[in-house]
Nanobody, 115 residues
Framework: VRLVESGGGLVQAGGSLRLSCAAS????????MGWYCQAPGKQRELVAA????????NYADSVKGRFTISRDNAKKTIYLQMNSLKPEDTAVYYC?????????WGQGTQVTVSS
């Protein structure tokens, strides 16, 4: 499974960005995809995750009400709409895919929020 991320960049505080992650290769119908982020000197932490049926969605407390995760199963793509961005959201955002076999990671996309 290969994951290709896009949509990162530099934005002012209060602004918005939309990240995308497209999966290709041998994917299972039932899977979980989502985003982790890692800021300099910190551990990688979960931002949001969504199951393939969309029935289960999880968000980190720090992004609830500001970020929205969604997916298009036909395109094997997930999205992270990030609104009301804060400087503390600055990090490298990594897409992940997991199923009953393995977990896979994207290469990461930088999100920088200036104050």
């Amino acid at each position: 499974v290969r994951l290709v991320e896009s949509g990162g960049g530099l934005v002012q505080a209060g602004g918005s960005l939309r990240l995308s992650c497209a999966a290709s290769g041998s994917t299972f119908s039932f899977n979980t995809m989502g985003w982790y982020c890692q800021a300099p000197g910190k551990q990688r932490e979960l931002v949001a995750a969504i199951t393939s049926g969309g029935g289960r969605i999880n968000y980190a407390d720090s992004v609830k009400g500001r970020f929205t995760i969604s997916r298009d199963n036909a395109k094997k793509t997930i999205y992270l709409q990030m609104n009301s961005l804060k400087p503390e959201d600055t990090a490298v955002y990594y897409c992940f895919y997991s199923d009953s076999r393995y977990a896979y990671w994207g290469q990461g996309t930088q999100v920088t929020v200036s104050s």
